[in-house]
């Protein structure tokens, strides 16, 4: 599956999401981090069209999102 998003062009590849920008930057996201970028969009949603409707946005909380603590846990 593949969108334009403004300048970035978006797809759905079996390892996750990938984000590219016509300068050729690319993001390959894995799923959780494209999980987590969906949830953190949905977390600012009414934040973004008050932006766009020159609105002053309402402060929202913020979520942290952990994606996975074992992986750090490995490295160190």
């Known amino acids: 599956m593949d969108a334009i998003i403004g300048r ?11 984000l590219q920008h016509e ?14 970028l969906f949830t953190l969009l949905h977390a600012y949603y009414e934040p973004l069209l008050a932006l766009k ?6 402060p ?6 952990v994606i996975d603590d074992a992986k750090e846990n490995e490295q160190t």
């Open 8 to 18: 970035y062009q978006v797809g759905l590849k079996e390892t996750g999401l990938i």
């Open 23 to 36: 300068a050729g930057i690319a993001f390959d996201l894995t799923r959780e981090e494209s999980l987590a």
């Open 53 to 58: 409707d020159g609105l002053e946005p309402e």
């Open 60 to 65: 929202e909380k913020v979520i942290r999102v």
